[in-house]
């Protein structure tokens, strides 16, 4: 499997971005998919997933409220809008896809990485 990340970028606090991550190579329909960051100088933490029908939703509690996740009918994409960024935000991004039909927020509960995408929030 192949998760390819983009959307990543420069946007000052208060600012939005929408990262959009798409699979290929293998049929992860039936798996949840997510988003996992690593800010600077810190381990790799959850952000957000959704289970294999994009109908369950589980948001880490530092961006609720100003995040969304989402997957698409096909199950093969998966997109996390960011809104009212801060600097805290400041990390690279990574989209991953479970081993099971949901994802958990351990980085354990993955499967798959995508390559990850930069995400920078100026104060």
């Known amino acids: 499997v192949q998760l390819q990340a983009s959307g990543g970028g420069l946007v000052q606090a208060g600012g939005s971005l929408r990262l959009s991550c798409a699979a290929s190579?293998?049929?992860?329909?039936?798996?949840?998919m997510g988003w996992f960051r690593r800010a600077p100088g810190k381990e790799r933490e959850f952000v957000a997933g959704v289970d294999w029908r994009g109908g369950n939703t589980n948001l880490a509690d530092s961006v609720k409220g100003r995040f969304t996740i989402s997957r698409d009918y096909a199950g093969n994409k998966v997109y996390l809008q960011m809104t009212s960024l801060k600097p805290e935000d400041t990390a690279v991004y990574y989209c991953a896809a479970a081993r099971r039909a949901w994802m958990g927020t351990n980085v354990r509960d993955v499967a798959y990485w995508g390559q990850g995408t930069q995400v920078t929030v100026s104060s």
């Open positions: 190579g293998r049929i992860v329909s039936n798996n949840g």
